[in-house]
């Protein structure tokens, strides 16, 4: 699917993003499995990562960013009339984890649904949002990307055990004056899903259940350094913007090889392109949005700035979105 935004001008005008307090290092997950800081370092270039606690939800983490977001647009709860989250880790199935945020938070006038789409979770549910938005049903959306990855992560697996990180972010979407979304590129390709999955967790039955997740990981690089090219491209086409004319380029944070990757393929400036894949690993639908939160604190998404960013995972899936960034009001001009 590809498409640009049709003269409608929409927005995100408040972000938060919110990670647990535990954090994992290389060093002590290689008590737990044949690793090293050494080999994750250079193969991943993730230094460390958040964990929830015991106990710690999906919502718990959430939920935080969500009020962050809210306050940073200057909106109370009850404005809201839809609510996305984007995960793979729900606290349960059902009740969604966005109709437990919705009440949480006061936000009774808001439609909410959960949406699974792997680590591209995040990009899929903005566009959904603009959607929503530009054909006039909801006046103002909170997107929400998080996941607790870690409850399903096998600990006697290396080759996933490194890379993954808790984490999740919010964004709050309306109309705008000035600025705004330009044009989305969001595809899947369910064949290749075979090479990321976590069967066992739905309604088909298997020989042996599986509850934790399960990868491929060197089909996934293919993918992943295949599509973060291919969807950056498409996007800016159709949005008819140039790789030379995006400020801040926002890639999911899988694996700084996959970053680096892309960046010398699409040609764009490292000083534009945010990596915190160090800091959190891969956070899945959390990713973006705690990319976008560095992006404004180091001063690079100031106002107006183009920003392009793209999700790829589970699925498969892959999508990308470019937008002008708009100033929030509360956040003084600064991004
Ligand atoms: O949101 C999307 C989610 N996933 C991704 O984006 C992941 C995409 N894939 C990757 O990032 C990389 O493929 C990995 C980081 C997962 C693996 O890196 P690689 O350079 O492709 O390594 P490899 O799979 O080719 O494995 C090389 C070796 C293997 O040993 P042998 O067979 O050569 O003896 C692995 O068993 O490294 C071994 N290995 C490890 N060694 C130490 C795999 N994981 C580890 C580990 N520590 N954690």
Not at 114 to 131: E, H, K, N, P
Not at 136 to 144: E, K, N, P, T
Not at 234 to 256: C, S
């Amino acid at each position: 699917m590809i498409g640009s935004a049709n003269g409608q001008r929409i927005g995100i005008t408040g972000l938060g993003v919110h990670v647990p307090e535990r954090i994992v290092t290389n060093d002590e997950l290689a008590r737990h499995v044949d690793t090293s800081d050494e080999w994750i370092m250079e193969r991943t270039g993730i230094r460390e990562r958040r964990m929830a606690a015991d106990g710690e939800a999906l919502t718990d983490i959430a939920l935080p960013a969500a009020r962050a977001a809210l306050a940073d647009a200057g909106v109370e709860a009850g404005e809201i009339d839809l609510l996305i989250s984007a995960t793979v880790t729900p606290d349960m199935m059902f009740p969604t984890s966005s109709a437990l945020m919705a009440d949480t938070l006061g936000a009774s006038n808001a439609a909410a649904y959960d949406l699974l789409a792997g680590c591209t979770g995040f990009v899929y549910a903005i566009v959904q949002a603009y959607g929503m938005l530009a054909s006039g049903l909801s006046r103002r959306a909170l997107v929400v990307g998080g996941d607790v990855l870690s409850s399903i992560l096998d600990w006697e697996d290396r080759s996933t055990l490194v890379l993954f990180g808790d984490g999740a972010g919010a964004v709050v979407m309306e109309p705008v004056e000035r600025g705004g979304f330009l044009a989305f590129e969001l595809g899947a390709d369910g064949g290749g899903g075979v090479h990321l999955q976590l069967p066992g967790s739905g309604s088909r039955k298997f020989e042996r259940p599986e509850s934790m997740l399960r990868m491929n990981g060197r089909e996934v690089y293919k993918f992943a350094t295949r599509v973060l090219v291919s969807s950056a491209e498409a996007v800016l086409a159709e949005g008819g913007r140039t790789v030379g004319e995006v400020d801040v380029y926002v890639p999911h944070q899988a694996n700084k090889r996959i970053i680096d990757h892309a960046v010398g393929k699409l040609g764009v400036p490292h000083e534009r392109t945010v990596v915190n894949v160090d800091r959190f690993g891969n956070t899945s639908s959390g990713s973006i949005p705690l990319a976008l939160a560095d992006a404004r604190a180091d001063g690079r998404l100031r106002d107006g700035a183009l920003v392009l960013m793209t999700g790829m995972g589970a699925g498969l899936t892959w999508g990308s979105a470019l937008l002008e960034w708009t100033a929030s009001p509360t956040s003084g001009g600064r991004g």
